[in-house]
């Protein structure tokens, strides 16, 4: 399967809209937030998704990756 540039661009500079990490780029969200929204359930609708994704990306060790992304890309 073959990431979708704009949809990890996105990711990469989607932030937090609610909670103690509200503001927040996704990827400088700690592991362990994500980890505890496995467990209890990610929020519905885009949010929900992206999350789960960042939580993959961080357990992987794939964060340096989106960090380039953000870089390379910025908006």
Excluded at 27 to 33: F, M, R
């Amino acid at each position: 399967m073959q990431p979708n540039k704009e949809k990890l661009i996105e990711l990469a500079h989607y932030k937090m809209p609610f909670g103690k990490y509200k503001g927040d780029y996704l990827i400088d969200i700690p592991e362990y937030y994500y980890t505890w929204f496995k467990q209890k359930g990610f929020p519905e609708g885009k949010l929900g998704f992206m999350m789960q994704q960042m939580h993959e990306i961080k357990i992987n060790g794939l964060e340096e990756l989106i960090y380039t992304i953000k870089k390379q890309f910025s908006k």
